[in-house]
């Protein structure tokens, strides 16, 4: 295994289920070379075909953990337990946690993951992300593009 992914994981027409797929748009351009993006709805399935092959995975999502609107949460597989990132008031009802589960059981983990959150305010339908959630963005952005620069592959390519 080899290379970073970054995974942008939402749907922008159930409101701030949308912002995962708003932090890997805002963080696209500072993101070192090589690394690939992929935006995706959190079907299990293709979660894991987004990350075959790598070594590090960043992901963000929306999260739901009980914490205000807007609050940015991260969470590294293996250290602690991720949070929901599906559920009530999504629009699936899978999602990151059912992908580690089926990939750890298929031996498909990568080696790091590490799951940038934004907690969710309004998940109805519609467009648009709620005021909290869209102030929260920028900064979520910043620390995704943090995360892929301490990937060990990209370490050893400038170190």
């Known amino acids: 295994m080899s290379g970073v992914v970054v995974i942008g994981i939402g749907n922008d027409f159930r409101r701030d289920d949308g912002a995962g797929l708003a932090v890997v748009g805002a963080a696209r351009s500072g993101l070192p070379e090589g690394v690939r993006v992929v935006e995706s709805d959190g079907e299990p399935a293709r979660l894991l075909d987004a990350w ?5 995975v960043v992901v963000a999502d929306a999260v739901r953990t009980g914490a205000p609107g807007g609050t940015i949460h991260r ?6 337990a991720l949070p929901a990132t599906r559920g009530v008031g999504s629009s699936h009802a899978l999602g990151l946690g059912e992908a580690t589960n089926l990939a750890a059981a298929m031996g498909r983990l990568p080696a790091r993951l590490v799951l940038i959150g934004i907690e969710a305010l309004e998940l109805g339908e519609g467009p648009g992300l709620s005021a909290a959630v869209a102030r929260a963005v920028p900064a979520a952005a910043r620390q995704l593009v943090r995360e892929v620069q301490r990937a060990p592959e990209l370490a050893e390519r400038t170190g």
Request: hydrophobic share 25%; aromatic share 10%; glycine share 18%.
């Open 75 to 80: 969470f590294e597989l293996g250290r602690e």
């Open 52 to 56: 075959a092959g790598s070594d590090t």
